[in-house]
């Protein structure tokens, strides 16, 4: 016969636990194609180690400090570019702005607490592949000065 007594326990503590992540800044300058190798090596890196939720990346596509000033109004200038009629005037016009466009890539590393060493692997290995070592790799841990703003700027990337 089952003990109704135990039904009214308090559960146990919860099994998950925080994870301290690290993010990855890759700065491209206006290199489209390195962007992409960049991206191409990530998601490879992803289904061959099963890094599905541990490594997720995203890019911040902008045309300069103002961009990066005021991303709502960046929002509203691409969303009136995507708008626009084709026309050879407006080409010319697009493919200025996708020149000046600076191309940035966020890395954000998520290991456990009992994969420490693999995560720091991860980030002694990515600033060295080729892709990545030539575009100012910079690591920015928790608890840094500039930790709060990358996490703030890759939560409001798509």
Do not use: C
């Amino acid at each position: 016969m089952r003990s109704a007594g135990n039904l009214d326990l308090r559960g146990g503590a919860s099994q998950t636990q925080f994870m301290a992540h690290i993010y990855l800044t890759f700065d491209f300058g206006t290199d489209e194609e390195k962007a992409q190798q960049a991206r191409h090596r990530l998601e490879g890196w992803k289904q061959a180690f099963r890094l599905d939720k541990k490594l997720t990346y995203k890019f911040d596509r902008s045309d300069g400090a103002d961009a990066e000033a005021h991303p709502e109004e960046e929002k509203k200038k691409e969303s009136a570019k995507k708008g626009k009629a084709k026309s050879a005037k407006g080409n010319k016009l697009e493919e200025a702005a996708a020149e000046a466009e600076k191309i940035k890539l966020l890395i954000r590393l998520a290991f456990s607490s009992h994969e420490k060493l693999t995560e720091q692997r991860w980030v002694d290995r990515i600033p060295t592949e080729e892709p990545f070592k030539e575009a100012a790799p910079e690591a920015v841990r928790e608890g840094q000065p500039a930790f709060e703003d990358v996490e703030a700027r890759f939560e409001v990337l798509d």
